[in-house]
């Protein structure tokens, strides 16, 4: 029967990480995209500066399912979650959340209550975005609960099931509608800080896609994220470069 003695030599013949890069977890990052294909119909000004076409969307979509740390989440409830996004991340085995504007549903560039049940039979999870897309800031009183809550509990309504995440429209919010969004129970919002997910922490930052966007800017972004301090200690930058 081997002692300690033989188990710490036997350790010492193998591969060993140094000591700095086994201290931290590889960062992990998730991507926010919107429209996919030809925007035909802007919401609101620039918002076409954030749909990517179909072939840039297939390429950044290969680099995601192939990052180790990289989620994915799609804003807005566009129809092409549902003719673009869900068959492409099928055909990879991939998953991701979509945050549907509520009040846009069923409109003729937004999906539909079935196109949200299609995704969610697929294996893709659904969060609220909304109701009107009008930013969570400055939103107080009645018109707060109209616009932050009362989507959350249409959808989960309409799904019959539970809407445990939310995505800010905009990615703007203030202390206020957090604070509302957290007391109703909901376990986790989403915004666009550009920063690495934080491990169990309650608001989730997104590096949004932009239209000019390609595997490269995005990584570049990703990384510059971590910023120099932490460049400076435990290997975080070489565990993301692996992640991504
Ligand atoms: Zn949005």
């Known amino acids: 029967m081997p002692h300690a003695g033989d188990v710490r030599a036997g350790a010492r013949q193998g591969p060993v990480d140094p000591p700095s890069v086994r201290a931290v977890a590889a960062p992990r990052f998730t991507v926010c ?12 000004p620039g918002e076409a500066g954030y749909w990517v076409t179909r072939d840039r969307f297939l390429e950044l979509l290969d680099w995601a399912v192939a990052a180790p740390g990289v ?12 003719e673009v996004v869900a068959p492409a991340l ?13 009040g846009r549903l069923g409109d003729a560039w937004s ?17 609220t975005h909304g109701l009107t897309h009008r930013p969570w800031a400055g939103l107080r009183g ?10 959350r509990r249409a959808l989960e309504d309409l799904l019959g099931r539970r809407v445990d995440r939310a995505a800010a429209p905009l990615g703007r919010y203030d202390r206020h509608t957090l604070a509302l969004l957290r007391s109703d129970g909901c376990a986790e919002v989403n915004v666009s800080d550009q920063r690495p997910v934080r491990p169990g922490a309650w608001v989730q930052p997104r590096f949004s896609v932009r239209a000019d966007d390609t595997a490269a800017s995005l990584r570049a972004r990703m990384l510059d994220s971590l910023g120099p ?10 565990l993301a470069k692996r992640a991504l």
Request: glycine share 10%.
């Open 90 to 102: 099928l055909e990879r085995g991939a998953r991701a959340t979509f945050f549907p504007v509520v």
């Open 111 to 127: 999906l539909s209550a079935q196109g949200l049940e299609e995704l969610i039979d697929a294996g893709m999870d659904v969060g």
């Open 33 to 44: 995209f919107h429209g996919v294909g030809v925007p035909t119909h802007e919401r609101e």
């Open 142 to 151: 009645a018109l707060a609960r109209e616009e932050v809550l009362a989507p």
């Open 229 to 238: 301090a932490r460049r400076l200690r435990n290997g975080a930058v070489s």
């Open 71 to 82: 989620a994915l989440s799609f804003d807005d409830g566009n129809t092409s979650d549902l």
